[in-house]
């Protein structure tokens, strides 16, 4: 079974930022797409970033372009999201996933991903 493992998430004020990681305990990460999802507290999982295996191909939620930037390090397993001039609404559970068909692709969709990780909070006061 497929394991990620979202890190990084916290405390910060608004205008402040995190770096979140997503990582497999095993190489797990080969010909996938990656994305960020989601979910604050009585809503809807919602789509925040994604990008292809080969790097190429990246998509962001109208709410987070230029402000979000996500990364990969396929050596290393891991997926990154950076995150500058947070507000409020960017207070929720993010989750990593993993798509089997993402070489070349990204998707927005979370019916397409096969793999989830636990979350970690992000909390950004006001």
């Known amino acids: 079974q497929v394991q990620l493992i979202e890190s990084g998430g916290g405390l910060v004020q608004a205008g402040g930022s995190l770096r979140l990681s997503c990582e497999a305990s095993?190489?797990?990460?080969?010909?996938?797409?990656m994305g960020w999802f989601r979910q604050a507290p009585g809503k809807e999982r919602e789509f925040v970033t994604a990008?292809?295996?080969?790097?190429?191909?990246?998509l962001y939620a109208d709410s987070v372009q230029g402000r979000f930037t996500v990364s990969r390090d396929n050596a290393k397993n891991a997926v990154y999201l950076q995150m500058n001039s947070l507000n409020p609404e960017d207070t929720a559970v993010y989750f990593c996933?993993?798509?089997?068909?993402?070489?070349?692709?990204?998707?927005?969709?979370?019916?397409?991903?096969?793999?989830w990780g636990q979350g970690t909070q992000v909390t950004v006061s006001s």
């Open positions: 095993e190489r797990t990460f080969n010909s996938y797409g």
């Open positions: 990008v292809s295996w080969n790097g190429g191909n990246t």
């Open positions: 996933a993993a798509r089997k068909r993402g070489y070349y692709s990204a998707s927005r969709y979370a019916r397409e991903y096969d793999y």
